[in-house]
Nanobody, 125 residues
Framework: QVQLVESGGGSVQAGGSLKLSCVVSGWTGTNFCMGWFRQTPGQEREGVSCISWSGERSGYADSVKGRFTISRDNAKNTLYLQMNSLKPEDTAMYYC??????????????????WGQGTQVTVSS
């Protein structure tokens, strides 16, 4: 059974940094792309970033470009999201996701099949 478990969320002041991690277990299939999403209460889920299996391709939402960096370590089955220069509007529950149908590329707002439970990020002004 595939499981995704996020960690690294917390509370920081504006301008601070956090690094999220997502560990994938139980995967026995083909290569897959991964992504980060975020959601606040009453709002639609927003694609934040994505990365291909090889790590050569990545994408970002305009709202986080230049501040967030996605990476992955396939040997450790772990996805990361380095978040710098955080703003109060970055406050949300952050989810990692995996898409086994896309091994070569990635889509920030693609259809992902597997999801973690989320980790909360709170940025105060």
């Amino acid at each position: 059974q595939v499981q995704l478990v996020e960690s690294g969320g917390g509370s920081v002041q504006a301008g601070g940094s956090l690094k999220l991690s997502c560990v994938v277990s139980g995967w026995t299939g083909t290569n897959f792309c991964m992504g980060w999403f975020r959601q606040t209460p009453g709002q639609e889920r927003e694609g934040v970033s994505c990365i291909s299996w090889s790590g050569e391709r990545s994408g970002y939402a305009d709202s986080v470009k230049g501040r967030f960096t996605i990476s992955r370590d396939n040997a450790k089955n772990t996805l990361y999201l380095q978040m710098n220069s955080l703003k109060p509007e970055d406050t949300a529950m952050y989810y990692c996701a995996a898409d086994p149908s896309n091994g070569a590329g990635c889509e920030v707002d693609g259809n992902y099949d597997y999801w973690g439970q989320g980790t909360q990020v709170t940025v105060s002004s």
